[in-house]
């Protein structure tokens, strides 16, 4: 007989989601995870061919990484959280899946800037139901106590779909070109938005919360934005999704072109090299802080705060080891551990987010906290270190990204203290009003 999860209760539809049934479907989402970091992390790699190429600027290549790619996120974003409340989040996530994909296939038959700039747009406007419709699974299907741990899991699934993507990116460009590359990593998800289709369906509502949420009505447009904001905790963790994301997504963003230019490095090495360094700590980051923040907090949304807060004010000082480090290969031990601290925000905060909001309006406030890194890390901050590499260069030359980067590490201590703050006022809202499900 396979094994039943007490927490979820005995009835005959809480009894289908025995274990293994749940755990397929978190190995499934987390397949997503990594086709969606592929699809999404691919153009870091292979930014300075493009460039070559298409004949662009650093500036423009910022935009095409950062404002293109955010703004139709943004655009998507709330519509697609709003089905993901109200309908299947199966069908949500396999509708999104398929169009990335086929978006990210489509790049590698433009002939000009602008054409691969509306590819793009179709691949941030896919990806945008990806996180609202996975934390929204995710959170019927495992309890508060296990939920950062999974959280985690699944964040570190998209860390192993980063790595695939500098390393499948660089190595098919030196086989063949960048064009290829995008077409070659764009098909796997269209095949697994197949299997999805197939083979997953949704939990209940609520069912990890004890009860079936599905006589729970999903709160009109405008209420479902007040209940995010009209909470200080929760607009607070929407400021700390910023100031984490604008450094992390910076320096995923231009770290290739960084060892390319400063190390010298090709881009087959990048893909290697920095795709180990960067996957490795993003993985043990985000698995860790999970499990860490779950045993150390207990449901304790508090606790979960400071885990968050003491791992990003850990990773500054290895950012800096990463940036000005001379040898390349202590370069990458700091990129490797600023990148494993750096992820300790987000499975305690996701957690947090998930758990102090009602059954159907998880995926808006996933959909918020994902739009906020959106716009402020992906949008703002390759934008602007593409915007400060051209400023500095007739300064510094090839070594005005390594002092453009450094400026970007103000968010990862903003962040880390931000968290702290975070701490008390969560504690004082739960005194306020008692955590439900409903």
């Known amino acids: 007989m396979e094994p039943v999860d007490k927490a979820l209760g005995t009835d005959a539809t809480h009894g289908w989601w025995t274990l293994p049934r749940r755990h397929y479907v978190l190995f499934i989402l987390c397949l997503v995870g990594v086709v969606n970091f592929v699809d999404r992390q691919i153009l870091a ?13 650093d500036t423009a290549m910022g935009l095409l990484s950062g404002i293109a790619f955010s703004a139709f996120y943004v655009i998507a974003g709330i519509p697609i959280a709003r089905m993901v409340d109200k309908g299947s989040r199966r069908n949500v996530l396999v509708g999104c899946l398929t169009m990335w994909s086929l978006a990210t296939v489509l790049c590698g038959f433009v002939q000009n800037f602008v054409q691969l700039a509306v590819a793009r747009i179709g691949v941030a406007s896919g990806e945008a139901g990806g996180g609202p419709a ?44 960048w064009r290829i590359a995008f077409i070659v990593v764009g098909v796997p998800g269209l ?46 963790l929407l400021i700390i999704a910023m100031c984490c994301s604008f450094a992390g997504y910076s320096i995923l963003g231009w770290g290739p072109t960084f060892y390319i230019r400063v190390h010298g490095m090709t881009t087959m090495q990048v893909g ?31 606790v979960y705060m400071q885990v968050a807060g003491w791992g990003t004010i850990l990773a500054a000082p290895f950012g800096l080891l990463f940036l000005l480090a001379a040898d390349p290969m202590l370069s990458l031990v700091g990129l490797f551990f600023s990148k494993l601290f750096m992820t300790f925000w987000m499975p305690p905060t996701y957690a947090v987010a998930v758990g102090m909001s009602p059954v159907r309006n998880r995926g808006m406030i996933t959909a918020l906290l994902t739009l906020s890194t959106t716009v402020v890390g992906i949008g703002m901050g390759p934008v602007f ?45 739960i005194a306020a009003r008692p955590v439900t499900a409903q």
Not at 45 to 57: A, C, N, Q, T
Not at 141 to 157: D, E, H, K
């Open 45 to 57: 790699i292979l930014l300075e061919p493009i460039k070559k190429d298409l004949g662009v600027s």
């Open 134 to 177: 996975t934390q929204s699974l995710l959170a019927d299907l495992y309890p508060i106590s296990q939920r950062a741990t999974v959280i985690g899991i699944w964040l570190a699934s998209q860390a192993i779909g980063i790595a695939f993507g500098l390393f499948f990116g660089g190595w098919l460009n030196t086989a063949f070109d």
């Open 191 to 236: 095949l697994l938005a197949i299997g999805i289709h197939l083979t997953v369906k949704d939990p209940p509502r609520g069912m990890a919360d004890g009860g079936v949420g599905k006589q729970v009505e999903t709160p009109p447009l405008k209420e479902a934005f007040l209940i995010a904001l009209r909470s200080p905790s929760l607009r607070l």
């Open 272 to 302: 290697g090299l920095m795709g180990l360094a960067v996957a490795g700590g993003l993985f043990i980051g985000n698995v860790g802080a999970g499990r860490i923040a779950d045993r150390v907090a207990k449901g304790d949304f508090a």
């Open 385 to 429: 270190v593409g915007v400060m590499n051209d400023l500095l260069e007739p300064s510094f030359g090839k070594e005005a990204i390594r002092y453009s980067l450094v400026f970007v590490l103000g968010g990862l201590v903003a962040c880390g203290l931000l968290c702290f703050v975070g701490t008390k006022l969560v504690r004082r809202e």
